[in-house]
């Protein structure tokens, strides 16, 4: 079972609003991966960290999207200005190396008003 | 474009038959992972199969994988209720720092 832990389960914004959710990884794990999953089901990378640096990461985090891994703290995910289309369920994962099982927490769901 | 694809979008079968979801992908891999998420859950993997394999097993699960045809299929034996939920076969390539998943085959299991 995994134990990655994210919060919170729900979160509402207006658009404009910032939005942020924390996610603290499996203890040991490395790496970390911030997915977007729509409800049709479909995961949008967003990004991921091996111990607090940045490996990859796409376009849309670049701008309106920020997130870190700090050491110590719980990981983050912010959206400075949401907006409707951000609606989504917001998925962390954790791994021991980026060729490997990613356990995933139980997501946050933003939803954009 | 997809790197990953399950072939079906949705599978009814009733407890104690046996189902099998289907995946194709893209590009050639090191590895191929089959994912399950049922409702209000995130996605817990069920079987990595790597490249040079041809077949794994995880209890009532199988999956195989061809990559001469780029294919892979996860097999259901004895269905249960429980197994309902939605399966993602996901990939990632030979210098890969993600996993790309298809777009899943929702699965219900009935009584």
């Known amino acids: 079972n995994s134990k990655v832990i994210q919060t919170p389960r729900y979160l509402v914004k207006g658009q404009g609003q910032k939005a942020k959710m924390r996610c603290i990884p499996e203890?040991?794990?490395?790496?970390v991966f911030w997915y977007q999953q729509n409800k049709n089901n479909e995961f949008k990378f967003l990004i991921n960290f091996q111990n607090q640096e940045v490996l990859q990461q796409i376009d849309m985090t670049e701008k309106r999207f920020s997130a870190e891994c700090p050491s110590n703290s719980p990981c983050s995910l912010e959206i400075q200005s949401s907006e409707a289309g951000d609606s989504a369920l917001y998925l962390c994962?954790?791994?021991?190396?980026?060729?490997?099982?990613?356990?995933f927490g139980a997501g946050t769901r933003l939803s954009v008003l | 474009s997809q790197l990953a694809e399950e072939n079906l979008w949705a599978l009814s079968v009733h407890e104690g038959e046996s189902v099998t979801v289907n995946c194709s992908y893209k590009?050639?891999?090191?590895?191929l992972q089959w994912y399950r998420q049922k409702s209000g859950e995130g996605p817990a993997q069920l079987i990595l199969i790597r490249s040079n394999e041809r077949e794994k097993r995880n209890g009532r699960l199988r999956a195989t994988l061809d990559t001469s045809s780029q294919s892979s299929s996860l097999s259901i034996t004895a269905t249960r209720c429980e197994d309902t939920a939605v399966y993602f076969c996901a990939t990632g390539d030979s210098g890969y720092n993600k996993l790309t998943f298809g777009k899943g085959t929702v699965l219900l299991v009935s009584p």
């Open positions: 994962a954790s791994s021991l190396g980026s060729q490997n099982t990613l356990y």
């Open positions: 590009t050639s891999i090191t590895a």
């Open positions: 203890k040991g794990h490395p790496v």
